[in-house]
């Protein structure tokens, strides 16, 4: 046989602890919310922070190459001039033979 339950809780009383559930779900969702939000800020962060970095030491390193590439292209430029100077029959040889090659390669035909 089926037996009728008496409770002593109100149809009410579950529904106000019911709503206090509820809220209190809320208030964790938001609190979780906020602390992935956090969360993301602060990779962000760390990301902008290691690609700022990186680009200095690329930017740092091209400086570095490129001082270098200046230094090997004046010394180059003085060792020709030593040699222009040393041996001056054989730079004007050199320079007429070059003249004349690059003029028969690039002349009209």
């Known amino acids: 046989?089926?037996?009728s339950r008496t409770t002593d809780a109100s149809p009410q009383k579950d529904i106000d602890q019911l709503s206090e559930q509820i809220a209190t779900l809320r208030q964790d969702i938001s609190d979780i919310s906020q602390t992935l939000s956090g969360l993301g800020r602060s990779s962000r962060d760390a990301a902008s922070e290691q690609?700022?970095?990186k680009a200095a030491d690329l930017r740092?390193?091209?400086?570095r190459q490129m001082h270098n590439a200046q230094y090997r292209a004046e010394e180059m430029g003085q060792q020709a001039a030593d040699q222009v100077r040393n041996q001056p029959a054989a730079a004007v040889g050199l320079a007429v033979g070059l003249g004349f090659l690059l003029g028969f390669m690039?002349?009209?035909k």
């Open 106 to 108: 690039t002349g009209r």
């Open 51 to 53: 690609a700022r970095q």
């Open 1 to 3: 046989m089926a037996q």
């Open 60 to 63: 740092d390193a091209g400086a």
